[in-house]
T-cell receptor, first 112, second 111 residues
Framework: DVKVTQSSRYLVKRTGEKVFLECVQDMDHENMFWYRQDPGLGLRLIYFSYDVKMKEKGDIPEGYSVSREKKERFSLILESASTNQTSMYLC???????????FGPGTRLTVT | AQSVSQHNHHVILSEAASLELGCNYSYGGTVNLFWYVQYPGQHLQLLLKYFSGDPLVKGIKGFEAEFIKSKFSFNLRKPSVQWSDTAEYFCAGYNTDKLIFGTGTRLQVFP
């Protein structure tokens, strides 16, 4: 079974703080993704990576950056958290582009 | 712009009722289509997928979906829902380089 784990289920941060969200997958997948999930908006892609050290912007990259130093780990960074970044953040991985993605449990981030 | 749309935002059913959730995609060419489910407090899980071949695909927990190319649709069906099917359902389509999700349908099933 593919397992995607995220470092925290719940996180509360203050405006302006730097926030790190970590994601690890154990299936040697090449592809990893970060989404945010908001009610009524579905899942929106923030960043994705098809290989180590490689990253591509998704649909809503503003205010975020990512890091992929190892194949199994993909980090999402909020350089200076703002209240409009309060959301559920989901990490996913897949063996190949176009194939099904496997999701982690999500991190519910609240920025106050 | 490429998009995936789900017609029903909130569906309320009684147990044993039949279910059909609509999904349409806006792009042509090769389409890989998925339905995901998110049960309360749980992570997103794959229900079923379509890549090619038989347009009627069966997934887990008695769900099925039919790909109709002429209608750009991939509707999800279940003949008889259970209370445990209460969840949020997302349709998604892969095109070019990324997965595009619909906005989701919240299904509530009452005993």
């Amino acid at each position: 079974d593919v397992k995607v784990t995220q470092s925290s289920r719940y996180l509360v941060k203050r405006t302006g703080e730097k926030v790190f969200l970590e994601c690890v997958q154990d299936m040697d997948h090449e592809n990893m993704f970060w989404y945010r999930q908001d009610p009524g908006l579905g899942l929106r892609l923030i960043y994705f990576s098809y290989d180590v050290k490689m990253k591509e912007k998704g649909d809503i990259p503003e205010g975020y950056s990512v890091s992929r130093e190892k194949k199994e780990r993909f980090s999402l960074i909020l350089e200076s958290a703002s209240t409009n970044q309060t959301s559920m953040y989901l990490c996913a991985s897949s063996f190949s582009p176009g194939l099904e993605q496997y999701f982690g449990p999500g991190t519910r981030l609240t920025v106050t | 712009a490429q998009s995936v749309s789900q017609h029903n935002h909130h569906v309320i059913l009684s147990e044993a009722a039949s279910l059909e959730l609509g999904c349409n995609y806006s792009y042509g060419g090769t389409v890989n289509l998925f339905w995901y489910v998110q049960y309360p407090g749980q992570h997103l899980q794959l229900l079923l997928k379509y890549f090619s071949g038989d347009p009627l695909v069966k997934g887990i927990k008695g769900f099925e979906a039919e790909f109709i190319k002429s209608k750009f649709s991939f509707n999800l069906r279940k003949p008889s829902v259970q209370w445990s099917d209460t969840a949020e359902y997302f349709c998604a389509g892969y095109n070019t380089d990324k997965l595009i999700f619909g906005t989701g349908t919240r299904l509530q099933v009452f005993p």
